[in-house]
Each structure stands twice: as C-alpha cells, then as structure tokens.
C-alpha cells in the first residue's frame, strides 16, 4: 500500500479531487510501499474483544497510510541530510583552497 498526501483547501468538492487527479497523477510523490496484512480466519469473539480493548488503552503507530507517510517523510529527510552535508563539505574544501591559494599569493611578493 503506498499514500501520496496532498492538502485541498476547506472541504473540496468530487469533481475538483478529480480533476485535480487527471492532471497532476503522474507528478504526485507516493511513499514506498508497505506490506499490508492478510485478514487471518475467525476468531474467539471476547478474544478479539480484549485485545481490541488492550490496544486501544496504549497509543498505537496510526493506520498503515500514516506509517507509509511517516516513512516517506523520513526517507525524504535523511536525503535532505545527505544533500546538506555534501554541500557542507563542499564549501569546507572551497574555504580551506581560497585560504591556501591567499597563503601562497602573500608569499610571492618577497
């Protein structure tokens, strides 16, 4: 199952979320997929009870389409890491030969 998030403004009608879709489909950013669960045979009915009760007391992780945006915004926040950092090093070397350059430029005159 993968979840691509897009803010309309207050309430939008069918037919602009539609519309919306035709065109920008192809352009939208979806999350990686996530493996969704296989619905299992019946069981006891005040099992399922309890543990419903159970898990409704502790805070859960959200439904799979929150975890596959929470996914996707992670994903997108270590390659913002990466990015940073290569352009962080980048202007370190830059500085460090400006500075070496300067260094030998004084040098020559005498």
């Known amino acids: 199952m ?7 403004g207050p309430e939008p009608k069918d037919y602009e979320v539609h519309g919306f879709l ?3 489909y192809y352009g ?5 997929a996530v493996a969704a669960a296989v619905k299992e045979s019946r ?5 399922v009870r309890r543990q419903v009760r ?12 929150q975890q596959a945006l929470k996914l996707q915004q992670e994903q997108i926040k270590t390659g913002r890491k990466a ?9 370190a070397i830059r500085q460090f030969e400006l500075k070496q350059q300067k260094k030998k430029e004084k040098h020559r005159g005498r």
């Open 2 to 8: 993968a979840v691509c998030k897009i803010t309309f």
């Open 22 to 24: 035709a065109k920008e």
């Open 28 to 32: 939208l950013r979806f999350s990686p």
């Open 43 to 47: 069981k006891n009915p005040k099992r």
């Open 54 to 65: 159970k898990e409704l007391r502790e805070p859960g992780m959200g439904t799979k389409s």
């Open 83 to 91: 990015v940073s950092k290569e352009n962080k090093e980048a202007k």
